[in-house]
Each structure stands twice: as structure tokens, then as C-alpha cells.
């Protein structure tokens, strides 16, 4: 099944029209996003297969998706640890750290000490905004990404790939490619270059703003916030 | 397994510093409040045994939970019908009745009509701060309530019902037994009196909270945002 995609500028005039006229907060969407990237990581790895979740999270709101779906795998009964080097003094990023620590969920500065002690990693570095430059200090971490053999989940982009084509041809993404993609509301074209399991949440979203978008509401199971894609 | 409960003081003071320094915002709690409502809908109302659920709001956060409760229920594939006779002008339940809008989720104003028409019934009406009078027009809806034979899932508390010392003794809600009950966070006083099948959600609660309200944090089962309690 090859959903429809959606265009980095359609992504954000679909989540700025989320916000006005649909009439979603900020908080509700990254909730919903964060329980979806949660139920994948779920999917993905078992709790019998190893706890250690490494969350990366980016400075915008890929990384806000990433402090939810930690908190809920601790929930769930995962041991999250979270390398969160650009802190936004953002008020909702902020709220949602100290969640977090309420949980004792522990953060890092050390992403590659990290790496070694981790049965799963959650990329959510950089989302559909991302475009350009992978600036300080994530060159190192997406190196580090590309060459572990721990489980990726990147969240909505492989970071550093561009929105529209894809992998980069130089640069530290170069080469890097998760083993499992979460598009959140509606994959985005790079999915065309994505070979490994691909999961799209977005249980919320409205047939008539589908239409609008020409997108697929594709048919999701029982109470899954999520469905694979096959 | 006989859980502790939670005074209507305390569960107001829980909610206070779960929103003050727990950081989360009430967009957050409601959404995830009525997910967990969604949730045991889908749990007692299979979708092949009826689809049509009526969901009775009254204007507080009750109300509110329902209203996200019914948004996830379209999106599961129920038919929800929405009767909420006392609209807030509170930004966030304008917001969410917005939402349901945009799914064209019709709003009646007739609930004698509306429950000759539906499967299951979720009563939003009052939650843990109501105490005192049913006022207009809700001491008919809830003698209905009483009266009907479709089953009945109360949000919280039996609208009506005493928080501390469970079902009235007199007025319309004498006599209203509900089918079941989802208990939001915590269970209340009331449940010693309540029969019918009981659930409980609040899949965010933090030890460290538990532990200084004397609550017992139960056993969810993998990404169920609810546990019946047995």
C-alpha cells in the first residue's frame, strides 16, 4: 500500500490549520503524536527483548513528539533515558521534561556513553521543518545513529534527510537508515526512499481535512493509535 | 483487589498540582481522561453489538472528558451522538465540541428522543466536584438515565451521586445504578456502593504522586490506557 504523501509546506499549513480552524492545541497533537511514536516503539520492540529505550530528541517539536512517547513507554515498563541537548525555554517542551523527571526518567549529555547501554533508539531529532544544515551538536549523533546495529525508530524523517528527496547525498546523514519510520498525521515524500517497517499514526485527523490534503485515512485496528503500513 | 480511594478534596488538590508543579496542562489530562473513557466504551460495547453511543455532557470537566471520549470513538468507528444542553464558553470545551464538528458527530438537543435511538450510553454529566442540586435540565436526563435499559457507562461518578457517601437518598438520581464506571485517576468513595463492572484510567500518574496521595498505582496491561478492576 503507497499512501499519498505530503509535501514539507502542505505539513505545515496542514498543522497550522490543525491548530486554527481545527481547532487542536499544541498540547493535544503532541500527545497524540508522542502515544503514537509510544505504541510503535512498543510494536517494535518487546519488553521481553530489552527495556532500554534511548530517546534523541531535537530542539523543536520532533523532539516534544520524543518526550511523550518517553513518558508513556515508562508507562508501559520500559526504562527510557533521554539526550536532550538543545532544551527549548519553549513553556510546553519545558512541561513536558518536567514530566519526565517527576518519573525519575533520567537525562543524558553523553549520547554515544548512552548508545552502548540501549536495546532500542528513538530518532527524534529532526521532523518535516528540518531543512539545510544539521548543526552542533547532532553531525555526531546521526553518525553515531548510522553506524549502530541498536534499532532505530526515526520519528516522521530520518534526521537529516531532506522532507521532499530523501537521503543526503554527503554530509552525516549520509548512508543512514533507520530500521522503522513513524510518519505522524501523513508520511512525507521521503517515505519513497525508506525501505525498513514503516508505521503512520494520526488517528485524528478528519475525512473532510483528508479530502482537503488529498490523503489516505487508512484503516487502523481496535484502539491502535498507530498501523503499519505493508 | 479493593483499591484506595480519593477524597472529592483531594482529587481537587490532586488535580491542582498535577497542573501546577506536575506541569501538566489540561488539554494533556483531558485528552488522555477521555481516551481512557473511549477505551472502556470499546471494552463493554463491542463495535458488532451496536455502534451508536450517546454521550450526555454536562458543563464542566465531566463534560469535557466526554466530549474527547466521543471524538475518539468516531475515529474507533462507533456513531456517537453528543447531548450537551449547557455549553461553556470555556475556550477548551469550544475547542473540543469544534472538533467534533468538523466530523459532522451530530448534537442533539432532545436526549428523551436520542436515547430511543442508541446502543450504549456514556453519562459525562458530573464528575468529582459535583455536590448539592441536579440543576435544569439535568434532573429528568438522569431519571432517564435511571429508567433506561441501555446500558450505562458513568465518567467518573454516577451523575448524582454523592463523591463521599455514594448514591442519593433521594431526588432523581434515587435509584440510578449504572452499568459501569470509569474511576479518572483515582477511584472515589462512592465506588464502595457502585456494583456494576468498574474501570479505572489514569496511565500517567507518577509514583512519586501516588505514593504522597496513598494511591495504588494498579497493573495496566500493555498499551491499555485502562485496567478493570476485579
Redesign the interface.
Known amino acids: 500500500m503507497a499512501l499519498r504523501t505530503l509535501s514539507a509546506k502542505n505539513a505545515a499549513a496542514l498543522d497550522q490549520e490543525l491548530m486554527t480552524t481545527?481547532?487542536?492545541?499544541i498540547?493535544?497533537l503532541m500527545?497524540?503524536a508522542g502515544?503514537s511514536v509510544?505504541?510503535a516503539v512498543?510494536k517494535l520492540q518487546p519488553l521481553s527483548s530489552g527495556k532500554r529505550i534511548l530517546v534523541a530528541c531535537g530542539p523543536g517539536n520532533n523532539g516534544g513528539d520524543g518526550l511523550v512517547a518517553a513518558?508513556?513507554l515508562f508507562?508501559?515498563g520500559y526504562q527510557p533515558t533521554i539526550y536532550y541537548p538543545k532544551q527549548s525555554k519553549n513553556d510546553?517542551y519545558?512541561?513536558?521534561s518536567?514530566?519526565l523527571k517527576?518519573?525519575k526518567i533520567p537525562f543524558t549529555d553523553d549520547f554515544h556513553g548512552a548508545i552502548e547501554q540501549t536495546d532500542h533508539i528513538v530518532d527524534a531529532i529532526f521532523g518535516f521543518s528540518f531543512s539545510g544544515e544539521v548543526r552542533e551538536p547532532f553531525p555526531s549523533v546521526i553518525e553515531a545513529l548510522r553506524d549502530t546495529k541498536i534499532p532505530v525508530l526515526a520519528v516522521d524523517a530520518p534526521s537529516s534527510w531532506n522532507i521532499e528527496d530523501g537521503p543526503p547525498a554527503s554530509g552525516p546523514g549520509k548512508g543512514f537508515t533507520p530500521d522503522a519510520l513513524i510518519s505522524l498525521t501523513a508520511p512525507k515524500p521521503l517515505v519513497k526512499w525508506f525501505q525498513g517497517r514503516h508505521f503512520l499514526g494520526g488517528?485524528?485527523l478528519?475525512?473532510?481535512?483528508a479530502e482537503k490534503y488529498e490523503l489516505d485515512l487508512p484503516k487502523?485496528e481496535?484502539?491502535d493509535q498507530i498501523v503499519e503500513i505493508v
Open positions: 481545527g481547532a487542536f492545541s498540547d493535544q500527545e497524540l502515544l509510544s505504541q512498543f513518558r508513556h508507562h508501559y510546553l519545558q512541561r513536558l518536567k514530566q517527576d518519573l488517528r485524528f478528519s475525512p473532510a481535512v487502523y481496535g484502539l
